[in-house]
T-cell receptor, first 113, second 116 residues
Framework: GNSVTQMEGPVTLSEEAFLTINCTYT??????LFWYVQYPGEGLQLLLK?????DKGSNKGFEATYRKETTSFHLEKGSVQVSDSAVYFC????????????FGKGTMLLVSP | DVKVTQSSRYLVKRTGEKVFLECVQD?????MFWYRQDPGLGLRLIYF???????EKGDIPEGYSVSREKKERFSLILESASTNQTSMYLC???????????????FGEGSRLTVL
């Protein structure tokens, strides 16, 4: 079956540090890949996506590249801010059946001033 | 803006009670979903619906049922609540056929249920 594995958190960084959150996946076929973010007290919202190999998704300074050869979709940001403190979820959707997503367990990011 | 509204942010119920969690979306989305979120386990899909009166089991449907009588409303029902159903419940919606490509689920703010 499909699965998503994320690095465990919390990830603790100082403001302006470089961020990487690792995500690898197992899926049949050719999945689409996503990062969602959940700010404190809120629901999840889509951060970025990539629908085919070598695609790069980007938004709000975050980037992730769909690497089919390593089945990975690592999230990166060059300079984090305190306001980036949140829980980040990697997810996949296979192009078959219904439109459901499989989520990773989430990685909490804490950024200090 | 798409809005997904969950009726209760916080609920406290007793073991054995029947619990209704309500979710309403205002963007005419065909698909609606119920997930539960637990620390260390992430999000797990309970049930989803792709049309009125239609429902499909997700990964963890045991102990839950759902109702979709109107397109905009999707209810999660715990027939007899148990302590292991203490969790954060998240409702989401999406347009039909697009989520496979866009992946854009629109989430509510969640309902935190405590079963004593």
């Amino acid at each position: 079956g499909n699965s998503v594995t994320q690095m465990e958190g919390p990830v603790t960084l100082s403001e302006e540090a470089f961020l990487t959150i690792n995500c690898t996946y197992t899926a049949t076929g050719y999945p689409s890949l996503f990062w969602y973010v959940q700010y404190p007290g809120e629901g999840l919202q889509l951060l970025l996506k990539a629908t085919k190999a070598d695609d790069k998704g980007s938004n709000k300074g975050f980037e992730a590249t769909y690497r089919k050869e390593t089945t990975s979709f690592h999230l990166e940001k060059g300079s984090v801010q305190v306001s980036d403190s949140a829980v980040y979820f990697c997810a996949l959707s296979t192009n078959s059946g219904y439109s459901t997503l499989t989520f990773g367990k989430g990685t909490m990011l804490l950024v200090s001033p | 803006d798409v809005k997904v509204t969950q009726s209760s942010r916080y609920l406290v119920k007793r073991t054995g009670e029947k619990v209704f969690l309500e979710c309403v979306q205002d963007m005419d989305h065909e698909n609606m979903f119920w997930y539960r979120q637990d620390p260390g386990l992430g999000l797990r899909l309970i049930y989803f619906s792709y049309d009125v009166k239609m429902k499909e089991k997700g990964d963890i449907p045991e102990g839950y049922s759902v109702s979709r009588e109107k397109k905009e409303r999707f209810s999660l029902i715990l027939e007899s609540a148990s302590t292991n159903q203490t969790s954060m419940y998240l409702c989401a919606s999406s347009l039909s056929g697009t989520a496979r490509v866009t992946g854009e689920l629109f989430f509510g703010e969640g309902s935190r249920l405590t079963v004593l």
